[in-house]
């Protein structure tokens, strides 16, 4: 199977390593991986902000550089959400001002073949267990795209219970936000850390080593948070976890 990997802006630009670990997790499991180098921002930060006219450039660029690919896989839940939930709404807003059905007719093609990896992994691939070995205590943290947006529901905890070695604990408030939500930090910036204090007060209540989330952007307000607060705790990318194995830690 040929696959796209979707990187996304932040992961490209602060965590290159999350898109590493993907493409060595995929080619052990038997996947051709792409990475398509035309690929840029999706759009998400403009229309989330309000821009969602200057954020259909963007949507047409991702459908040219995805669309010959059999599945577009992103370890990021929010870009994923993008693509799947509102790359429809904009083509029917498009439609409803009276310019056209053509936004809607390019972008449709790739909605469907867009996956978050736990998705890919767990619905495309069947598999849960994907030969990964970390021995370090986990708390997983589900973010609000994944969660609200994709409908992700187990299949992280799957695969993390899956991990030889990694001891899974429970993280209270899980379903809570975490209080990044993009530009919402910024605008918004004394409720985003209390929400980013009281989630990270929650994941030091565990005892456990690394707090897991399968999106960065997340995990850098998250990530941030803990180093003010000195927890002593990790943020790691779930896509990191599964590609370490017990000869080669990702």
């Known amino acids: 199977m040929r696959v796209a990997l979707f990187l996304t802006c932040v992961n490209d630009t602060l965590y290159p390593d999350t898109g590493r670990a993907v493409v060595t997790l995929l080619t052990r499991l038997g996947v051709e991986v792409d990475f398509p180098a035309a690929q840029t921002c999706c759009g998400q930060a403009h229309y989330n ?11 047409r660029r991702f459908a040219d550089v995805f669309k010959d690919y059999e599945a577009i896989v992103t370890p990021s839940g929010s870009c994923g959400a993008m693509v799947r939930e509102l790359y429809p709404r904009m083509g029917e807003r498009a439609r409803a001002e009276g310019r056209g059905g053509a936004l809607a007719a390019a972008l449709a093609p790739v909605v469907p073949k867009t996956y978050e990896l736990t998705e890919f992994l767990v619905d495309v691939l069947g598999v849960t267990d994907v030969g990964a070995y970390y021995p370090h ?7 609000c795209h994944g969660l609200r947006g994709l409908g992700l529901g187990d299949r992280p905890r799957r ?3 899956a991990v030889k070695g ?3 604990v429970e993280l209270p408030g ?4 975490c209080g990044f939500g993009g530009t919402f930090a910024l605008k918004n910036s004394d409720v985003s850390a209390a929400m980013g ?6 994941a030091a209540s565990t005892g456990a ?9 997340c995990l850098m307000h ?19 976890i599964l590609a370490s194995t017990e000869g080669a830690a990702a």
């Open 49 to 59: 902000t309000g821009y969602r006219h200057e954020a259909e450039p963007l949507a």
């Open 137 to 143: 205590t986990v708390t997983y943290h589900p973010t």
């Open 159 to 161: 695969l993390l219970e």
């Open 166 to 168: 990694l001891e899974l």
């Open 174 to 177: 899980a379903e809570e936000c």
């Open 197 to 202: 204090a009281d989630k990270v007060r929650n």
């Open 209 to 217: 080593e690394v707090l897991c989330a399968a999106d960065n952007s």
């Open 222 to 240: 998250i990530g941030g948070t803990m180093a003010r607060l000195r927890t002593g705790m990790r943020p790691v990318h779930l896509a990191e």
